[in-house]
């Protein structure tokens, strides 16, 4: 049902304070068709204690359609999730 991508080929569309909320997201987003995934966003060490958040990603391909659901979705409660500029942070 869904090809796999590259990590070049993924887009961040939602950064979660939270795993549960990023999982909700990537979930929200499949129901709509979107392949989505969710990834630990480490800034320093890959380490557990180093996690600043949970990046939802999606195939470079879907990236529109993600972030129209999740405009649309950001009229509700999306307490804890920032949705993801196009320009990546550094």
């Keep these: ?19 549960a909320s990023a999982d909700l997201v990537a979930a929200t987003l499949t129901i709509h068709g ?33 972030r129209r659901v999740l405009a649309d979705l950001s009229s509700g409660s999306l307490d804890g999730v920032h949705i993801a500029s196009d320009e990546p942070e550094d």
């Design 34 to 66: 979107v392949a989505a995934a969710t990834a630990v966003v480490d800034r320093a060490y890959p380490a557990l204690t180093w996690v600043h958040g949970y990046q939802v990603v999606v195939a470079e391909a879907d990236e529109d359609v993600a």
């Design 1 to 19: 049902m869904f090809e796999q991508v590259t990590y070049q080929e993924q887009r961040t569309v939602a950064v979660a304070a939270s795993e």
